[in-house]
């Protein structure tokens, strides 16, 4: 009985976290499982050699590829109060540690969970979700930005008093998955989700959360830059050099799934971001324009504080209860949203890293068996006009996509 009643409430979060890179992939005693999926896709772009958010920058001379996008292999086991997470991912460009984690637990408070290593921050509703169950093919512009890769070292304490809620909070390196920490500073990570999986007659599902991320970056030189309605103000002083900018964000989600008896299921998914970004003069990013990367190193050059917002709108649709579903997704980031677009190139020290994106996207997944889909997105990506050369109209950088996912 008591082996029973051990493996019972075992399982009550392995229900709330199956989709969850923070979780092992099953929560029963001594189990060790060897799980993962396989991308592999074709992705033609309007033009050669366009930055994208769509798995990375294309190169110079080139408006197609085939690509591996992702190749995951996580191995975990869990024990009565322990379990290890181990995940790798193998592509074109080699192999690399995705996850490694220790979990802790009491079985007689299993409601407190401590884990600590190498995880995703829990920020939110997207960065936490697997990618191998997204029917997406990449997360939203924003969040690619603030968080590339999603991961953090350090330590996380997370809170299940009820089945329908979670609470994280997370102290992290803030320097990202392939950076060691350059300075004493650490980062917060809090993070607050309910869901219910049982109302309208079992037909209706809600999820809803809020989150706030408070770190810096260390400052390396004697100037920095704020933004206001007219560009940037230079601050130049012996004492910047070595001061942490504020890195903070805030931001809430929520989700939304119907079983409909005769049209299938229908799912919408939002989530909105707001709070200050350190960049550099080309980009948000820490590193610069490239998306796909954390900054490995402190930034040498002058840093730039942004206020930024940024959201995504998730639509998709079961046809008529087949193996097709329609996708259509929205999202937008405005990385500087105190200057308008038609001063950017004008306004003192605004560059491309100002520029606000949109993107549209449309396309259909189908489910081929349970292990395998096929996905094909196409992606309208549109920037807003400025006075600079290079972007007084909307450049050719969408992007369409044809993938093929093995899961196992």
Do not use: C
């Not at 300075?183 to 917060?188: E, L, M, Q, R, W």
């Not at 130049?236 to 989700?255: C, D, F």
């Not at 046809?319 to 308008?340: C, E, R, T, W």
Request: overall charge positive; cysteine-free; proline content about 3%.
């Amino acid at each position: 009985m008591k082996k029973a009643y051990f493996l019972f409430i075992l399982f009550i979060p392995a229900i709330s976290f199956s989709q969850s890179n923070n979780a092992p992939s099953s929560y029963d005693p001594h189990d060790i499982k060897i799980t993962g999926y396989l991308q592999t896709q074709f992705q033609k772009a309007q033009s050669s050699g366009i930055s994208s958010f769509s798995g990375g920058d294309f190169a110079e001379n080139s408006d197609n590829r085939f690509i591996i996008r992702r190749g995951r292999l996580k191995i975990d086991r869990v024990d009565k109060y322990s379990s290890i997470v181990f995940q790798l991912d193998a592509t074109q460009n080699g192999i690399n540690l995705m996850d490694a984690f220790i979990q802790l637990q009491q079985p007689d408070h299993n409601e407190l969970r401590l884990t600590a290593g190498l995880f995703n921050r829990p920020f939110g509703y997207s960065i936490v979700y697997s990618s191998g169950y997204r029917d997406f093919p990449e997360r939203s512009r924003v969040f690619q930005t603030l968080m590339p890769r999603e991961r953090d070292i350090g330590a996380m304490l997370s809170y299940q008093p009820l089945k329908f809620v979670t609470a994280d909070l997370a102290v992290v390196n803030g320097s990202g998955l392939y950076a060691r920490d350059y300075d004493s500073k650490k980062d917060i990570i809090g993070n607050l989700t309910f869901k219910f999986d049982s109302l309208a007659n079992r037909k209706l599902q809600i999820g809803f959360g809020a989150s706030f991320y408070k770190g810096s970056v260390r400052n390396d030189t004697q100037s920095f830059y704020t933004d206001n309605e007219n560009g940037f103000t230079k601050n130049t002083s012996a004492s910047n050099e070595g001061a942490n900018l504020k890195r903070n964000y805030v931001g809430g989600n929520i989700q939304l799934q119907y079983n409909g008896r005769q049209l299938g299921t229908t799912t919408l998914k939002a989530e909105y971001v707001t709070g200050t970004q350190p960049g550099v003069a080309s980009s948000t990013s820490i590193t610069g324009p490239a998306a796909s990367q954390s900054f490995t190193t402190q930034p040498a050059t002058d840093l730039y504080l942004r206020h930024f917002t940024g959201y995504y709108i998730l639509f998709t649709q079961q046809i008529a209860k087949s193996k097709f579903n329609a996708l259509v997704g929205y999202d937008v980031y405005d990385p500087n949203n105190k200057v308008s677009e038609n001063q950017i190139g004008i306004a003192d020290n605004t560059t491309a890293g100002d520029i606000r994106f949109s993107t549209l996207g449309y396309g259909f997944t189908y489910l081929v068996n349970p292990r395998v889909k096929l996905t094909a997105y196409n992606e309208r990506v549109i920037n807003s006009s400025t006075q600079l050369d290079d972007y007084t109209d909307d450049i050719r950088d969408d992007v369409f996509t044809l993938r093929l996912q093995y899961r196992w």
